[in-house]
């Protein structure tokens, strides 16, 4: 996240440095990567538009970042089956011995239907749309509007030599202890403007900054910001030449109750994730992974046979009522960008786009309130 809005801020004139322990530790490093505002069955409300307002940009955010840099992004409007196992309640009426079914309600509020289409698909319309699907299987919803990124092999790439080459100042391996602010006294009320940020290389400052560390940023700011373990796999279709498939079996991504399965053009498939109150606590598990493997083959039963390609896990920014933090903080030149929860990848544009407008030009857009800091106090 943090690199985003690097990018947009300098692309808008901003002079701007990016403070950086460890890139590798970003959750954008560990994510599937999908844009799936509907196929996460988001509630009606700020946080489904602000989604939904992402998707929509994501697709001429990921050209301006190939225009930058030359390099692909993997941005593919794929779109998003989400096959279940149960048919949803709807109504059922008989007449002469013939049922009825009425197609059920879209999972999203009517008045976003137009800019927000989705289709129902029975047990023949499914396995017709996706091929190979499990028997368990008894229809889905197709989101022909959401969609993917590759992130981990070409986002993350494309967005970091888009920043090096706009000119952002990027500091790798500085860890950040804390934020100093003026009027600090003991017994008293910290003061309300940001002074300096204190790292292991000692002070720096600017006039404006802004927090997006992820899991990590309610170390550095009383935010109830906190980290939630996912892991996840890939594994390799035997796609090509003399193999058993001539392209990517999965035609979109496969969006089920508690596994997602996201195919890449070249053969690859990104299965996730776990989601677990484990702080940061490090590694794969057996238990982990064999819940993904179960998930995974019982939805695509193929997938039994294809040959694991890498294991890895992350963290994710979580709060109490799994919205991001976003806008202007306490402090009055310290902007927020953070708890994105399983929407990270998502939200990168939006977020960008609203953070530059607060810390260049102090717009607020009508979303914003809902995300603020003090919504959590009581």
Same mark, same amino acid.
């Given at each position: 996240m943090a690199l985003a809005i690097a990018l947009e801020l300098r692309l808008r004139g901003a002079e701007v440095t990016v403070l950086s322990r460890n890139r590798s530790d970003a959750a954008a490093y560990a994510a599937a990567g999908m844009l799936a505002p509907q196929a996460e069955k988001l509630d009606a409300g700020p946080m489904q538009e602000l989604c939904l307002r992402s998707r929509e940009l994501y697709g001429s955010?990921?050209?301006?970042?190939?225009?930058?840099?030359?390099?692909d992004t993997g941005y593919w409007a794929s779109g998003i089956l989400n096959p279940m196992?149960? !048919?949803?309640?709807?109504?059922?009426?008989?007449?002469e011995?013939?049922?009825?079914?009425r197609k059920p309600e879209p999972p999203f509020k009517k008045s976003l239907e137009e800019q927000a289409p989705a289709e129902w698909l029975g047990p023949e319309a499914i396995r017709h749309r996706q091929p190979g699907l499990g028997s368990d299987v008894v229809g889905g919803w197709w989101f022909p509007r959401d969609a993917q990124v590759d992130n981990r092999r070409q986002l993350v790439t494309a967005l970091q030599a888009a920043v090096k080459q706009t000119g952002v100042d990027w500091r790798e391996g500085v860890t950040v202890t804390?934020?100093?602010?003026?009027?600090?006294? %003991?017994?008293?009320?910290?003061?309300?403007?940001?002074?300096?940020?204190?790292?292991? !290389?000692?002070?720096?400052t600017a006039d404006q900054y802004v927090l997006a560390a992820g899991a990590w940023s309610g170390a550095l700011?009383?935010?109830?910001?906190?980290?939630?373990?996912?892991?996840?796999?890939?594994?390799?279709?035997?796609?090509?030449q003399g193999q058993l498939y001539a392209k990517q079996p999965l035609n979109q991504v496969l969006f089920g109750d508690r596994i997602y399965i996201v195919p890449r053009r070249d053969g690859l498939i990104v299965?996730?994730?776990?989601? %677990?109150d484990v702080?940061?606590?490090?590694?794969?598990?057996?238990?982990?992974?064999?819940q993904l493997l179960?998930?995974?083959?019982?939805?695509?039963?193929?997938?039994?046979?294809?040959?694991?390609? %890498?294991?890895?896990?992350?963290?994710?920014?979580?709060?109490p009522d799994e919205l991001p933090i976003l806008g202007p903080s306490e402090l009055e030149n310290l902007a927020i960008a953070t708890g994105h929860y399983r929407n990270g990848i998502l939200l990168a544009p939006i977020t960008a786009q609203l953070i530059a407008d607060w810390v260049l030009q102090r717009k607020t857009d009508p979303l914003l309130p809902a995300f603020r800091w003090d919504r959590f106090i009581v």
């Open positions: 955010w990921a050209a301006k970042l190939e225009a930058l840099t030359g390099l196992y149960e !048919q949803p309640a709807f109504a059922v009426a008989t007449a011995q013939a049922t009825v079914v804390g934020i100093k602010r003026e009027g600090k006294r %003991e017994g008293k009320r910290e003061g309300k403007r940001v002074t300096a940020i204190a790292t292991n !290389q000692g002070n720096i700011l009383d935010l109830p910001v906190f980290p939630r373990k996912g892991q996840l796999l890939s594994v390799q279709a035997p796609v090509g299965i996730g994730a776990t989601s %677990e702080e940061f606590t490090p590694g794969n598990t057996p238990a982990g992974l064999k179960t998930e995974a083959i019982r939805l695509y039963p193929p997938l039994k046979d294809f040959p694991i390609v %890498e294991t890895w896990w992350g963290y994710r920014p979580g709060t």
